[in-house]
């Protein structure tokens, strides 16, 4: 099983932050490449529509919003990935927060090497872009 992650570091509290990012249904409020999510399935399932048109579809795994974290899995999408588990993490660091997402997957039809690449990418152009919403 390969394994991704990244992190930011953000100049606004913890509770700020979650409060933003916190919510399964909240990606287009923060992420520019999923500019539409619909939930189903009493809110454990959500439908991603990305900037190229493509869909990705997601079920709620965890979700502990004292923690200020959540996990998710990927039931629908084009990525060379199976058995995806994901988790977003908020935690308070000194005035600001820190903010990791990571996942594991097994590669499909890609090297494991690729496959990381990819999600490594995904998780850090998100990241930067919801650091873009905390101007210093």
């Known amino acids: 099983m390969a394994t ?10 913890a509770e700020q932050v979650w409060q933003l990012i916190g919510g399964f249904n909240s990606l287009p ?4 490449f999923i500019p539409r999510s619909e939930l189903s399935e009493g809110g454990r399932v959500r439908s991603l529509q990305t900037a190229d ?7 709620l795994q ?11 899995s990927i039931l629908q999408a084009p990525f060379p990935a199976t058995d995806y ?7 308070a ?12 997957f097994n590669a499909k039809g890609v090297s494991d090497e690729e496959v990381v690449a990819l999600f490594s990418g995904i998780y850090q152009g ?3 872009a919801l650091r873009a919403n ?3």
């Open 126 to 128: 998100g990241l930067e």
């Open 85 to 91: 588990l994901s988790t977003l993490k908020v935690e």
């Open 29 to 32: 409020d923060w992420l520019p």
């Open 134 to 136: 905390y101007p210093a």
């Open 53 to 59: 048109g493509g869909v990705v579809i997601e079920r």
């Open 62 to 72: 965890a979700f502990d919003d004292a923690a200020k974290t959540y996990s998710y």
């Open 93 to 104: 660091l000194g005035q600001g927060a820190r903010v990791t997402w990571s996942g594991r």
């Open 4 to 13: 991704a992650s990244a992190f930011i570091d953000i100049p606004a509290s």
